[in-house]
């Protein structure tokens, strides 16, 4: 029972991370209809911004390590965005007219672009970062066979998961920011006759998704303590399948999807082969998907005539 425990805890830590990741594609493509393929890579970059904030902290003298975290995740979430922002000013905006094959290649030779930028500048080596938040909680007795551990760090992912949820949604239902989102997503057209800036919620709405990416890479910098320039590929096609899980469009299906591959994941490693968890997990999508296409709490779309 206490192996059970602690894979759960693990599952429902990675699933965070994955949920993070899957907002940024669920946003996008709730807002213009196409899936940013290249986000997978601006969280592998937010990641590297995360390693090179840390060295620079030590290179400064910062030994305060909540202040380091607080201007390595601002920083961070700051830089990635302007990589966020140059994806859809290049790869997205001249081509939002054209027809939708076009604006998906054009990403995936933007995440192939900032995959071998990445390998270019900081090399193809593994980059290591040692442990910088220790400690947990024992939850379980001391004469137990298997101890079941929560760090503080999966503690500290798991509430800043939720605080980010708890925030992007009172954005989008509160804020005239989401306002515009939801107009724009329902008729692009009409809500640009209305007066809405159409490009710039979309820039917005690309940042948005760049500063989530970012946190993540953050946490998996933390929590794994190695980094290369390829997790983006593996990170953002799960991610992606996550949003597909939950229901593309939705971020609290975007958030369901990511715990749910996170736990499969977890769960398979820990009873079977570890070398198929990648399989289980596609496996669930495709099962879910011939059931209910639409994803978990996806809506189906309704044509206006």
Same mark, same amino acid.
Request: glycine share 12%; hydrophobic share 55%; no cysteine.
């Given at each position: ?197 159409? /490009? ?9 998704? &760049?500063?989530? !990416? @970012? =946190?993540? *890479?953050?946490?998996?910098? +933390?929590?794994?303590?190695?980094? /290369? ?9 799960? &991610?992606?399948? !996550? @949003? =597909?899980? *939950?229901?593309?469009?939705? +971020? ?54």
């Amino acid at each position: 029972m206490n192996y059970f425990i602690q894979q759960l805890i693990n599952g429902v830590t990675l699933g965070a991370i994955y949920g993070l990741i899957a907002i940024g594609y669920t946003m996008v493509y709730g807002i213009i209809g196409m899936i940013n393929f290249a986000h997978g890579d601006v969280y592998m970059i937010g990641a590297f911004i995360s390693l090179i904030g840390f060295l620079l902290m030590g290179v400064l003298g910062v030994g305060y390590l909540p202040l380091a975290l607080f201007v390595v995740l601002l920083l961070s979430m700051a830089l990635t965005a302007v990589y966020g922002w140059a994806v859809e000013r290049i790869a997205y905006r001249p081509l939002r007219g054209s027809f939708k094959l076009a604006p998906l290649i054009s990403a995936i030779g933007m995440s192939i672009v900032l995959e071998n930028y990445v390998q270019v500048t900081q090399g193809a080596q593994v980059k290591p970062l040692p442990p910088l938040v220790h400690g947990g909680i024992q939850l379980s007795a001391a004469n137990a066979d298997y101890h079941v551990t929560l760090s503080y760090l999966q503690i500290v992912i798991v509430l800043i998961t939720v605080g980010l949820m708890a925030g992007f949604t009172y954005v989008i239902t509160r804020t005239p920011l989401g306002r515009a989102q939801r107009a724009t997503e329902q008729d692009m057209t009409m809500a640009a006759l209305l007066g809405i800036d159409v /490009d710039r919620v979309v820039s917005t709405t690309f940042v948005l998704g &760049a500063a989530m !990416a @970012a =946190v993540a *890479g953050l946490m998996v910098t +933390l929590y794994y303590g190695v980094i /290369d320039f390829y997790i983006g590929f593996i990170a953002g096609m799960k &991610a992606f399948t !996550a @949003a =597909v899980l *939950g229901g593309i469009g939705s +971020l609290p299906g975007a958030m369901l999807g990511g715990l749910l591959i996170g736990l499969i994941e977890a769960f398979w490693s820990a009873y079977f082969s570890i070398e198929y968890k990648d399989v289980a997990a596609f496996s669930i999508l495709v099962l879910v998907l011939i059931f209910r296409p639409t994803g978990l709490l996806g809506r189906p779309e309704i044509e206006k005539v």
